[in-house]
């Protein structure tokens, strides 16, 4: 199983990035998180195999938005309004968990994406 990530790359605070990760299959949960330097790596959103439940962590809340076409087996992030403090590379990833539930753990994926650098200056 692989995840491609793309979409990722410099931009000003105000600006807007959206992140595409397509999948090799069909997969469950699928969510972003980023790292940044020196930091651990964190949730962003996730959403479940369905669509019906979606997490945003509180600080991309409101300027972030998750999706998912399952017939193309790719998530998306739609990254408005960023800032500098978005600054991170952020990761795609997935699992094979279908239900209702939305896992926010990095230990609940089991597949990730290379990552990429998405740079926010002021």
């Known amino acids: 199983v692989q995840l491609q990530a793309s979409g990722g790359g410099l931009v000003q605070a105000g600006d807007s990035l959206r992140l595409s990760c397509a999948a090799s299959?069909?997969?469950?949960?699928m969510g972003w998180f980023r790292q940044a330097p020196g930091q651990e790596r964190e949730s962003v959103a996730v959403?479940?195999?369905?669509?019906?439940?979606?997490y945003y962590d509180r600080s991309v809340k409101g300027r972030f938005t998750i999706s998912r076409d399952n017939a193309k087996n790719t998530v998306y992030l739609q990254m408005n309004s960023l800032s500098p403090e978005d600054t991170a590379v952020y990761y795609c990833a997935g699992n094979t968990i279908y239900s209702g539930s939305i896992l926010l753990h990095t230990a609940n994926y089991d597949t990730w994406g290379q990552g990429t650098l998405v740079t926010v200056s002021s």
């Open positions: 299959v069909s997969l469950g949960g």
């Open positions: 959403i479940n195999w369905s669509g019906t439940s979606i």
